[in-house]
C-alpha cells in the first residue's frame, strides 16, 4: 500500500487518478501510523513553503518524514520541502537535501513557471527508465531548487535548475508527473514498481 500524505497543502485528485489509472492500492492519510506501515510514500504539494510546514508540524509528520527508510516521492512542492529551506516565506523545510529553493528572477520571465518544460536527465536512475531522453513534462511552479549534487534531471527557465532528485530512499520531481502524460505515468510506476 502506498500512503499518499494529505496535509492540507493542495489537491490530491490528480496524483489519485494516476494511481488509479496505475491499479494502485493506496490511502491518502495525514496519520503517522499509517504512513509508517506503507510500502512507499508520495508526498505531494501545492501551495507555500512556510504554509505546508506548519501543516506537516501540525500533524505531526516533520520527524517522520526527515528519518524516514521508505521510498518517498516528493512532487512540486514536496520535492522543495525537501531542501534545508525555502525564500517563500522563509520556510524551515524538512533538511533532506542540502539545497535552499529561490524564486524565479520576475525580471526576466514570466513567473510562475505554468506549461510544458523538456527534463534532461543528467544521471542514471530508475524513475526515468523507459523515458526518452529530453522528454516534455508540465510545470506549475514559482520557486525551483538549484542544480545540486543529487539532481538526476534538470530543465530550464531561465536558469538551469533542478527537475528530479535522488538522495538515498528519497526521490522528487519538481513537475507533476501525473499532468504529464504517458510519459508521468511512467514515471510514476517507476517509482511504484522499482523504488
Not at 506537516?56 to 517522520?64: C, D, I
Not at 524551515?92 to 520571465?109: H, I, N, T
Request: proline residues 4%; contains cysteine; neutral net charge.
Amino acid at each position: 500500500m502506498i500512503a499518499v500524505i494529505d496535509y492540507g497543502a493542495g489537491n490530491v485528485q490528480s496524483i489519485l487518478n494516476a494511481l488509479d489509472d496505475l491499479k494502485v492500492e493506496y490511502k491518502v492519510t495525514n496519520n503517522e501510523t499509517v504512513i509508517c506501515n506503507s510500502a512507499k510514500i508520495i508526498f505531494p504539494g501545492v501551495g507555500e513553503a512556510s504554509f505546508a510546514m506548519r501543516k506537516l508540524h501540525l500533524n505531526n509528520l516533520v520527524t517522520m518524514l526527515r528519518v524516514t527508510k521508505k521510498p518517498l516521492l516528493g512532487i512540486c512542492l514536496g520535492m522543495q520541502l525537501l531542501s534545508q529551506k525555502s525564500e517563500e516565506g522563509n520556510a524551515c523545510c524538512l533538511g533532506v537535501v542540502p539545497a535552499a529553493c529561490v524564486k524565479f528572477d520576475e525580471s526576466k520571465v514570466k513567473v510562475p513557471q505554468i506549461g510544458w518544460n523538456a527534463v534532461k536527465i543528467e544521471m542514471n536512475s530508475v524513475l526515468f527508465e523507459g523515458i526518452e531522453a529530453n522528454t516534455h513534462f508540465y510545470f506549475a511552479n514559482s520557486f525551483y531548487m538549484p542544480v545540486c549534487d543529487f539532481t538526476i534531471a534538470s530543465a530550464q527557465y531561465d536558469v538551469p535548475f533542478t527537475a528530479a532528485l535522488q538522495k538515498n530512499n528519497y526521490y522528487g520531481v519538481q513537475f507533476h508527473p501525473e499532468k504529464s502524460g504517458e510519459a508521468g505515468i511512467k514515471l510514476l510506476q517507476n517509482f511504484i514498481e522499482k523504488c
